[in-house]
């Protein structure tokens, strides 16, 4: 089998549906090595992606491959597959080693002792790896289940969530880690719900909204669709009849609405609208009160991305 | 068998509260055999088979104690999640459900025999033992077989294992089975009857035992076997769904 054969992950026109509830809807693409991030809201179905990847769910329609092979029954594929499931939960009574080392020897590695060393090492646990599980912080719990996962050296690593409840040096270790493993030709999948993670390690992305795969390729490019999207703010004046007549004759402008306690302008450049204001009613000697973007939800930058 | 998943669900049954009560259930039979040695004396090998043996060990201790482990040693682990770490390797499924059996009938028989030995001695000392006693220990150790073969095949099958444990041992082989003499076939203590009957040489029927030892042990046996076949089957088709 080839390199690139081994590390492919693919879903072909994968579906998924629970009863009337379509889960993921006819999904299509293809990863090679490199860090990709599965990004959207709770509950678009990144974690049903991945569960397909992963072979714990078998496509309702279509089909996922890992190397090449169906994941779904396929055992096997384990030996080069490496999951980190969300849930927090893991065994309590075992230490941090022994939790490794079991990963190590339920892959069935020739030396499990010096594997599950290794795997601790490379995510900087080995202070903590003599202490029970039980008394882990949720960080260190996410480190100690990436280092079960990569105990075998995988190929193929898939991660839900995966910097869930760590602190920003903790979090920092890790991405160094998949960047180094990513280097080293292996394909990372992880799943995320916040932009500002996606954007700082992933290569690729893929946007999932509502079960559908709303936008792929390079974090830049959908980063720009993300910004380049129409914007509304709430602004708050001393004088919010003159600022509203002083805005709309900005290029950056395209719609103001006076309200009552406030005006509501609609702007597709964001960069140059927030600079604009403060500069406007500099000019028109009118104080300004407030200036609050009001629809930055992340729900609110994919509902955008999913109309087009 | 895999010996790391075996020593692991081992580890987990001894870290559950639910392990104290199998205990506590354990003690129960101990306690009433010595009250009745305190007591007035009945026909000692009556009481024993007919009330001890069978009404508290084979109706309530050995079911009971199989379907706390049964359906904990992997249904459990689906509960709270950690399920996926056995499951993403590179394992035969056949292999999971096997060192799963192995050590939840370990613990059972680590229970429920020393249980029934115990309590029966008490009980039926100064009396001829006659093979009631040991014809009822090895019968639970069949019946410990099948219980936890199939209340580990109810855990791969459905979240509810533990609500439709208790109905199969308390509605059918309690009620059911007692009315419709047929239905015995179907009966996990009915075979442990049969058995502890084949074994026993009272020449008199100190119990009721509708089928034959033969009978029992083949019965016992099958179920056993077909119950992990299934688990394994299902197993290997087992989906693990998680909120997204």
């Known amino acids: ?308 | 068998m895999n010996s790391t998943i075996f020593s692991l669900t081992l580890q987990q049954i001894a870290g559950r509260r639910r392990s104290l009560a199998m205990f506590g259930l354990a003690i129960v039979p101990v306690l009433v055999a010595l009250v009745f040695q305190l007591g007035e004396r009945l026909d000692q090998q009556e009481w024993t088979a007919n009330v001890l043996l069978d009404d508290i060990i084979l109706t309530i201790v050995l079911p009971l104690t199989c379907l706390i482990l049964g359906t904990s040693v992997f249904g459990s682990e689906v509960e709270d999640g950690t399920a996926v770490y056995i499951l993403a390797k590179p394992i035969q499924r056949r292999q999971i459900i096997i060192a799963k059996f192995a050590a939840a009938s370990l613990v059972a028989a680590a229970v429920v025999v020393p249980a029934t030995a115990i309590s029966g001695l008490l009980a039926i000392q100064g009396a001829s033992e006659d093979g009631i006693v040991i014809g009822f220990t090895i019968a639970t150790l069949f019946g410990i077989a099948a219980y936890t073969g199939g209340f580990i095949l109810l855990s791969v099958v459905t979240s509810r294992a533990l609500l439709i444990g208790l109905a199969y041992v308390f509605i059918w082989e309690g009620i059911a089975t007692e009315l419709f003499t047929g239905t015995r076939f179907l009966s996990i203590r009915h075979y442990c009857l049969g058995i502890a009957d084949l074994i026993s040489s009272t020449g008199k029927q100190n119990f009721e035992a509708e089928l034959g030892g033969a009978e029992g042990l083949v019965l016992a046996s099958a179920a056993a076997a077909i119950a992990l076949f299934l688990a394994v089957r299902r197993l290997q088709r087992f989906e693990l769904t998680e909120p997204d």
């Open chain 1, 1 to 308: 089998m080839s390199t690139q054969l081994t590390n492919t992950v693919e879903l072909i026109n994968a579906s998924r549906w629970y009863g009337n509830v379509v889960a993921v809807n006819d999904i299509s693409f293809s990863l090679g090595p490199g860090i990709t991030g599965l990004l959207g809201p709770n509950g678009a179905g990144k974690t049903t992606i991945l569960h397909m990847m992963a072979g714990f769910l078998r496509p309702s329609k279509g089909d996922v491959r890992i190397a090449g092979q169906r994941a779904w029954r396929n055992h096997e594929m384990y030996r080069d597959v490496g999951l980190v499931p969300e849930r927090e939960a893991i065994y309590p009574f075992l230490t941090g080693f022994q939790f490794v080392l079991t990963s190590a020897k339920l892959f069935g590695l020739s030396d499990p002792t010096a594997a599950a060393r290794k795997a601790i090492h490379a995510v900087d646990m080995e202070s903590a790896q003599d202490r029970k599980l039980d008394g882990y912080s949720k960080g260190m719990k996410q480190r100690i289940k990436v280092a079960a996962a990569i105990v075998h050296d995988p190929h193929i690593l898939l991660l839900d969530e995966p910097f869930n409840g760590t602190d920003p040096t903790q979090r920092l270790q890790m991405m160094d880690l998949f960047r180094k493993m990513a280097a080293d030709g292996r394909t990372i999948v992880f799943s995320s719900h916040i932009l500002d993670e996606v954007e700082r390690i992933a290569e690729n992305v893929l946007v999932i909204i509502a079960g559908r795969l709303a936008a792929s390729g390079d974090f830049r490019a959908i980063r720009r669709l993300m910004t380049d999207r129409p914007h509304t703010f709430k602004v708050r004046s001393s004088d919010d009849r003159r600022l509203a007549t002083a805005l709309v004759a900005d290029q950056s402008v395209f719609g103001v609405e006076l309200n009552d306690d406030h005006l509501t302008v609609r702007t597709s450049q964001y960069d140059d609208f927030i600079r604009v204001v403060p500069r406007v009613a500099k000019a028109e000697d009118i104080r300004l009160h407030e200036l609050l973007p009001t629809d930055e939800s992340l729900e609110s930058v994919f509902s955008y991305l999913v109309k087009r």
